[in-house]
Structures are given as C-alpha cells and as structure tokens.
C-alpha cells in the first residue's frame, strides 16, 4: 500500500491492483478550534468523526450505485474507516461542485447586495477551483475550458450529475426531518473511457443541514441520519 497524498480529512493509497484505498481520520476542517466545512485548515480533532463521515458516506454512495449513477465506490469497511475506490483524473488540480438550494456561506458573502439570507435557491451550482492559495475561486464554464481543465460538455454532464444527486441526498434528508441548504461534491475522470464520475466523500463535513431553523453537526446529522 502506498502512500499517495496525504489530506485534511483523508489519506489516498494506492492499492496493488491499481484501485485506491481511502482512510478517513477523525481531523476536522475548521480555524481556532471551531469547525467550518468551508475552511481549507485543520481546526480540531473528533474522536469517531472519520467513521461517522465513512458510514454516511456508504450510505449515499451504494444508494448511488442502486441508481445506476457513476461514482467512484467500490466497498468500504467502517471498522478500519476505509473505503476502495477506483482512482479518478483530476479536472486540472481538482475542482469542487457546489449545489445550493438556500442562500447562506460564501453565496451570501458574494451576493449579499441582492440575496436575502436563507433564501431559496434552486438547486444552483458553482464550479470551484481547488486552490488553497486562492481561497478556492469560483470559475466559469468559459475560464474551464480555456484553461484547459474540462470541455464545455463535460461541463453540462457535471452540472446535470450535480443536481441529481443533490436531489437524491436533500430527498434523503428531508424524510429525516432534515433540510438540505448547500452541498459540495468533487467529480473526476474514472475508467477508460474518462467517464464523469462522483469521487471523494458524501458527508456531514461538505453540506449544511438544518433541522428546525437550526444547523446541526456533522456527527449530530450522520446519526439523525442512520437511525430508524
Ligand atoms: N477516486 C479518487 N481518485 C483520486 N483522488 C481522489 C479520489 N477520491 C478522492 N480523491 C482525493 O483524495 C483527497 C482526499 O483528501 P481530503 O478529503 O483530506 O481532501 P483535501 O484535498 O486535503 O482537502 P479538501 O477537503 O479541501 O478536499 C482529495 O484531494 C480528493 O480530491
Ligand atoms: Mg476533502
């Protein structure tokens, strides 16, 4: 096993078989202790936050596969909070894809001239740049393909996968209680036909979930989430 990258939340390995193998820690985005999904620096540890982010994860991913929809996952084992993945090409150094559903976090920072706070928003989404540096900038279908990252209609496959598995996860939420506001995936270029496929992780650290008006946790959602 090999050591690929090492992440905020997760290590990549590389297996003999070519597959990568996916180890999720219990490290924590967010600044000065305080936890924040959108932060690029490592805040705290949680002790049971990489298995609690692993099952919720699997929950979504074979949930995914029953849909036929393209996703990286192959199995996953909650004891050792791994999971085996088929690895992806990165579009350029890697993109985010936010989906958004009410207007709060960096949409309301941007917006905030003419966006009213928690307003809905429908399904929308953003491309980002995964650049720590740059504080992740928001990119246009133009600039992507321009700058060589993804053609125009890869772009259209990834808006459209976007919005359906936000839906199938703010559905999933929503017969919880739980109310979906943003989410964000990362896609790549899996197999050899360089289909567009979910890659990384589906949980309670890359979405906003409220319940009552209220924000809950991560680790509050996954169990909200897995119980019957
Ligand atoms: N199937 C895959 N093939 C290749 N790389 C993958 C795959 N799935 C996830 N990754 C990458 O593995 C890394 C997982 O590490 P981690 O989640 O800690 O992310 P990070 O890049 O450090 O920070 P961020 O949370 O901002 O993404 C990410 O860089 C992600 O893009
Ligand atoms: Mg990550």
Redesign the pocket.
Known sequence: MNLVYK????DVYALENGNYLLKFKDEVTGENGVFDPGANTVGLTIEGMGKSGLRLTKFFFEKLKDLDIPTHYINSSIEDATMTVLPAKMFGKGVEVICRYRAVGSFLRRYGLYAKEGQVLDAYVEVTLKDDLRNDPLITNEALEMLGIMTKKEYDVLVELTKRIGNIVKDELAKKGLELYDIKF?FGRVGDDNHIALI??ISG??MRAYKDGEYIEPLKLEELMMKN
Not at 7 to 10: A, D, E, I, Q, S
């Open positions: 992440g905020k939340t997760k990362e990384d992780e650290g890359n």
